[in-house]
T-cell receptor
Framework: DSGVTQTPKHLITATGQRVTLRCSPR?????VYWYQQSLDQGLQFLIQ???????AKGNILERFSAQQFPDLHSELNLSSLELGDSALYFC?????????????FGNGTRLTVT | GQQLNQSPQSMFIQEGEDVSMNCTSS?????WLWYKQDPGEGPVLLIA?????ELTSNGRLTAQFGITRKDSFLNISASIPSDVGIYFC???????????????FGKGTLLTVNP
């Protein structure tokens, strides 16, 4: 158990809808990262937050947004969903923001868009 | 952008055999990480490497950070059935401000171990 909790485990929704994925980092970790995993693209970095502030952005679509709350949990919002958004979405956390604290991953949310 | 080439894509081995997989990059990294992912779960950190030339072991696993900082390998000795899974390498380049830069992941090596 990595200590990173993600909910829900599975999500099935229709195209055009909006969903929210939730992540609670490991106790004491200040950084939260979101990754998208699909069969053809592998693990793609979306966005990082550190202590409530956006710290780095990757290949995140404009339809997607995230935030980290004062209690350090994070939410990833996906809107105007398309079939191609179907993937596993992982949250990871780390102690700091220095590049020497490895990421610890949750078990992911499997999103299916029909 | 940074790209990681991980090979092989998949391996089928017999229990007890040794396994080797590697990653190469077009860019220099400051950190190399190796993760394992079991079905239905998130990647789990196996080994972290922070210095060029560093050789680190974790039980039957050994990984090395290449001298050029553009490659890393992972060896698994005396494989067992529970070694089955997808192994990912990941490279990280720390930016000059010291902030955590995004991890770049390889596409993974799918390992199957026949008992």
């Amino acid at each position: 158990d990595s200590g990173v909790t993600q909910t829900p485990k599975h999500l099935i929704t229709a195209t055009g809808q909006r969903v929210t994925l939730r992540c609670s980092p490991r106790s004491g970790d200040l950084s939260v990262y979101w990754y998208q995993q699909s069969l053809d693209q592998g693990l793609q970095f979306l966005i990082q937050y550190y202590n409530g502030e956006e710290r780095a952005k990757g290949n995140i679509l404009e339809r997607f947004s995230a935030q980290q709350f004062p209690d350090l949990h994070s939410e990833l919002n996906l809107s105007s969903l398309e079939l191609g958004d179907s993937a596993l979405y992982f949250c990871a956390s780390s102690v700091g923001d220095t590049g020497v604290s490895p990421l610890h991953f949750g078990n992911g949310t499997r999103l299916t868009v029909t | 952008g940074q790209q990681l080439n991980q090979s092989p894509q998949s391996m089928f081995i017999q229990e007890g055999e040794d396994v080797s997989m590697n990653c190469t990059s077009s860019s220099i990294f400051n950190t190399w990480l190796w993760y394992k992912q079991d079905p239905g779960e998130g990647p789990v950190l196996l080994i972290a490497l922070y210095k060029a030339g560093e050789l680190t072991s974790n039980g039957r696993l050994t990984a090395q950070f290449g001298i050029t900082r553009k490659d890393s390998f992972l060896n698994i000795s005396a494989s067992i059935p529970s070694d089955v899974g997808i192994y990912f390498c990941a490279g990280q380049l720390q930016n000059s401000g010291g902030s955590n830069y995004k991890l770049t992941f390889g596409k993974g090596t799918l390992l199957t171990v026949n008992p």
